[in-house]
């Protein structure tokens, strides 16, 4: 009977003991799982992270790299626009006839050498302040262009300036003063076109404005008084 008892005995403590076991919980197992989690999580936030971050780094390198490109364009422009400081000759824009005659020391700026002459005529028949500007400008007169045809200054209007009552003296203020103007730029002879052709002269009241090259004597320059001389 003691036999029986010790091997009763012995079974009952081992089911006990395999209960406790089986309803008891890895704590190594479970903290292993949290870990993996905990680990897959941080390399999502440091990808949100760094996504937020490049962005503004590069923004910031286009903006430096435009500003770079945009200074340069700037330098380059002002190198390669040429000028020259050359008379422009005036009247002033009153009724009298003796109204005064001036000229006035102007720097002229343009993308090439050979643009200088038309950004010169256009500078004077574009300044409403004084008479035959006025007149011009009134009428929108444009400076077609200015060239040199075998020593000659050809300096070529648009058609509106058939438009103009000319009448002494702004026929004759035209043009001496455009004559004048080409004189600063060494030319002798002047020819006013009109739409690259020849004017009609008769249009002209006193047939002042001549269909042909003309010369200006260098004394005429002396008629203008130079303006805060």
């Known amino acids: 009977m003691k036999k029986y008892a010790i091997v009763n005995a012995f079974l ?12 008891t919980e890895n704590p190594q197992e479970g903290g292993t799982d949290n870990n993996l989690e905990e680990e897959q999580e ?33 330098s380059s422009d002002e190198e390669e626009a040429v000028s020259e400081t050359v008379y422009l000759y005036y009247t002033e824009n009153i009724e009298e006839s ?3 005659r ?38 929108e007169v444009e400076v ?4 040199e045809n075998d020593g000659v200054a050809e300096v070529s209007f648009s058609e509106e300036l058939y438009d103009i009552d000319f009448h002494l003296p702004l026929n004759d203020d035209f043009q001496q003063q455009v004559g004048l103007i080409m004189m ?30 003309f010369r200006l004597h260098e004394d005429r320059k002396e008629e203008y008084e130079e303006l805060n001389s």
Do not use: M
């Open 12 to 23: 009952i403590g081992s089911l006990f003991l395999y209960a406790c076991d089986d309803g």
């Open 144 to 147: 077609d262009y200015v060239s």
């Open 102 to 139: 001036y000229k006035e020391h102007t720097t002229i700026y343009a993308a090439a050498e050979d643009e200088l002459y038309w950004a010169a005529i256009h500078t004077w028949a574009s300044d409403p302040d004084h008479k035959v500007g006025d007149v011009l400008v009134s009428h």
């Open 42 to 74: 941080l390399p999502e936030d440091d990808e949100e992270n760094n996504v937020d971050d490049e962005p503004t780094e590069l923004e910031g390198e286009g903006l430096t790299e435009e500003s770079d490109l945009d200074t340069k364009e700037a």
């Open 184 to 213: 600063d730029f060494g030319y002798e002879s002047t020819q006013i076109l009109v739409e690259g052709e020849e004017i009609d002269g008769p249009l002209f009241i006193g047939d002042q404005i001549s269909d042909r090259p």
């Open 98 to 100: 003796d109204a005064q």
